[in-house]
T-cell receptor
């Protein structure tokens, strides 16, 4: 099994729908992150969590919310999906130092029509 | 100045060539550095960490130059399978550490 698992792998949804992307990890890491990636824009941080009781906005949090249900689980919600949220979404984890880099999930390809 | 800057490329090289990428960073107090590899529409994967003394892993060599605030990645004897985007990543100083990601350098190795 993968260290960081994201579900679903692909999703097509309609404008205005609420959608949740889920992430679970077996690394035992405290820190978890949600990124989106768009062509030419690189990885952009949406939200991050340094432990279960800690949630922080990243650089592009508008239109998104998160929930850290447990150390191993961090979900991302789009409250009312819009077409410009069409992107590749990645969940990542790291230990508390960040000195060993991040481990990424395989990504969720989301299309909002 | 961007926190992490990379030449986007693309770098087109023949098989067997040696290719080098540089990446500059703005925070002189940055603590650790990485190169990640990302294949098209796949997740980034750690290629190697970059240490002050430099490090080598097979055909890949990473160097850090703190005085000039850049890191480099050298790939020798390029393979077709090396075609990917290479992301430069910096861990800034401070307790609230989040990695800072470059936009990536695209490499295409041609037969």
């Amino acid at each position: 099994d993968a260290d960081v698992t994201q579900t679903p792998r692909n999703r097509i949804t309609k404008t205005g729908k609420r959608i949740m992307l889920e992430c679970s990890q077996t690394k035992g890491h405290d820190r978890m992150y949600w990124y989106r990636q768009d062509p030419g824009l690189g990885l952009r941080l949406i939200y991050y969590s340094f432990d279960v009781k800690d949630i922080n906005k990243g650089e592009i949090s508008d239109g998104y919310s998160v929930s850290r249900q447990a150390q191993a689980k961090f979900s991302l919600s789009l409250e009312s999906a819009i077409p410009n949220q069409t992107a590749l979404y990645f969940c990542a984890t790291s230990d508390f130092t960040g000195l060993n880099g991040y481990t990424f999930g395989s990504g969720t390809r989301l299309t909002v029509v | 100045r961007k926190e992490v800057e990379q030449d986007p490329g693309p770098f087109n090289v023949p098989e067997g060539a040696t290719v080098a990428f540089n990446c500059t960073y703005s925070n002189s107090a940055s603590q650790s550095f990485f190169w990640y590899r990302q294949d098209c529409r796949k997740e980034p994967k750690l290629l190697m960490s970059v240490y002050s003394s430099g490090n080598e892993d097979g055909r890949f060599t990473a160097q850090l130059n703190r005085a000039s605030q850049y890191i480099s990645l050298l790939i020798r004897d390029s393979k077709l399978s090396d075609s990917a985007t290479y992301l430069c990543v910096v861990n800034p100083a401070g307790n609230n550490r989040k990695l800072i990601w470059g936009l990536g350098t695209s490499l295409a190795v041609n037969p």
